[in-house]
Nanobody, 125 residues
Framework: VQLVESGGGVVQAGGSLRLSCAAS????????MGWFRQAPGKERDFVAA????????FYADSVKGRFTISRVNAKNTVYLQMDSLKPEDTAVYFC???????????????????WGQGTLVTVSS
């Protein structure tokens, strides 16, 4: 199993980035996918999740209205479009895969079976 994130970088406040996560080694179209982030010295926090069919999407309050999660099952890829970025969005962003169907479970890092290595997003003020 592999999850490989890309698209991180340095951006000014107010700017945008699109993260991608390419999956392999499991049946991507049957797994929910999530994005989490971890700032230095802090815990890994939930950012967004999407169901296997894209029928359900939900977000952390801190990113709602600014970030958009999407997926293309034919490409085994999940995306995170990040707009109106703020310095407090600076973190390492991780994608993860879960077989859980519960929204509550998908909001928790403990609910995910597979993880990528992360990509660093730095937002300068």
């Amino acid at each position: 199993v592999q999850l490989v994130e890309s698209g991180g970088g340095v951006v000014q406040a107010g700017g945008s980035l699109r993260l991608s996560c390419a999956a392999s080694g499991f049946d991507f179209s049957t797994y929910g996918m999530g994005w989490f982030r971890q700032a230095p010295g802090k815990e890994r926090d939930f950012v967004a999740a999407i169901s296997f069919s894209s029928g359900s999407k939900f977000y952390a309050d801190s990113v709602k209205g600014r970030f958009t999660i999407s997926r293309v099952n034919a490409k085994n890829t999940v995306y995170l479009q990040m707009d109106s970025l703020k310095p407090e969005d600076t973190a390492v962003y991780f994608c993860a895969a879960t077989s859980a169907l519960s929204t509550r479970t998908q909001r928790s890092a403990a609910g995910y079976e597979y993880w990528g290595q992360g990509t660093l997003v730095t937002v300068s003020s």
